[in-house]
Structure formats: structure tokens, C-alpha cells
């Protein structure tokens, strides 16, 4: 899987300005840090501290900013932006559309869906995961595998959860949100209080 650096910097036009330095035809194959980048790789430089690191990468192509410009195009392909941090961000937003398109949405068999729950158009639900009563699902969001999703719980349009998130009674969760394998939402809270000898939750 590859991106030409061309089609990067077209892609994203419409989101950052950027100057492209180098050849417009080189295929970036990786997208990597600026210690690790290697020949097909593309990496940025956010910060001066890290600019002795410059001159060394391997990196097919740097992203950075104006003051870096000079010592990247010394060093070969770059593309300078005003936030290279940001537009680092960009780039793996489109890495991730062009490479990992989304799939369509399911049901997997044996997923269990409580009669009581509400799933709107498009939402998607992984192997082995149950979702309560009363839970209202939004509009396109991923509940992954081996998840729980509990009673009267709102999870918002075009959220995900990973796998073996769980979320507890009554919780809420706005749009396009990403929760992260194995995270729990509603767990008990507050530990417990010392009061006449006793623990009390």
C-alpha cells in the first residue's frame, strides 16, 4: 500500500497549505517516526529540539515547518507547513481512509441485542457482544467484539467502541467517539469511606 507524495499534499489541499520540496512521484510505503523512518517512509519534525535528528533520517520525506525548511531540503524531500504536527495528523487520517476503508456495517450471529435496545441505521456490532435493554445506539457507530453495553446506556453517531469495551447502566457517550480496547465507563467510583469502625461503599 502506497501514497504518492503528490496525492498527499493534493488530498489534504483543501485542509492545509503546504510546499512540497522533492520529487512530486516518490511512493511513501510507511508512515513512521523521524528516529525509525526509513527510504519509503514519510515522518515530521514538530519541534527544535529534535532538529540535530534531521540531517540523520532516513525518511523518504519530512514534514515541516518554516523554520526547519532550510536543514529539510539539505536533507532531501520535505514538505513544509505551517503545523507539522498537525498535518502529520492529516496524513494518517488519509492513510487510514485510503488503506483501511471502513466496512459495512453487521450484526454478527452471535452477538446478543436485547429486544429493547434501539440500533439506528448502519451500526455494526462485533462476535459475542451484548448490548441491554434500553440502550439507544447512534447512527453508524462500531461496537466491537466481546463488548457490553448496558441498560439505558446512549452511545452517540458514529462512535466506536473496541474491543471488550464495557459500559455500564445509565452511562452516556457523545458522537464520534473512540474508545479503546478494554476500557471500562461506569465502573464504581469514590472507593469507600472509614466511618464507625465499618467500610462503607
Request: proline content about 5%; aromatic content about 6%; glycine content about 12%.
Amino acid at each position: 500500500m502506497t501514497l504518492r507524495l503528490a496525492d498527499i499534499v493534493q488530498s489534504l489541499a483543501g485542509e492545509a497549505s503546504a510546499e512540497l520540496v522533492g520529487n512530486p512521484e516518490t511512493l511513501i510505503v510507511h508512515l513512521s517516526t523521524l528516529d525509525a523512518a526509513g527510504p519509503q517512509d514519510l515522518t515530521f519534525l514538530s519541534h527544535p529540539k529534535y532538529l540535530g535528528k534531521l540531517a540523520q533520517s532516513a525518511a523518504a520525506c519530512v514534514v515541516v515547518g518554516p523554520g526547519a525548511r532550510e536543514a529539510a531540503v539539505r536533507r532531501g524531500g520535505c514538505i513544509v507547513v505551517d503545523d507539522p504536527y498537525h498535518y502529520f495528523a492529516l496524513i494518517t487520517q488519509l492513510w487510514k481512509r485510503r488503506h483501511f476503508p471502513a466496512p459495512q456495517p453487521q450484526i454478527h450471529p452471535s452477538a446478543f441485542i436485547d429486544p429493547g435496545a434501539s440500533l439506528a441505521a448502519g451500526v455494526s456490532v462485533g462476535a459475542f457482544a451484548c448490548i441491554a435493554a434500553g440502550a439507544v445506539i447512534g447512527a453508524g457507530a462500531r461496537i466491537a467484539e466481546h463488548c457490553v453495553v448496558g441498560q439505558r446506556v446512549l452511545i452517540g453517531a458514529d462512535s466506536r467502541l473496541s474491543a471488550r469495551v464495557t459500559v455500564g447502566d445509565d452511562c452516556s457517550i457523545g458522537e464520534r467517539c473512540i474508545v479503546h480496547p478494554g476500557a471500562v465507563i461506569g465502573a464504581d467510583g469514590f472507593g469507600f469511606a472509614a466511618h464507625g469502625g465499618q467500610w462503607v461503599k
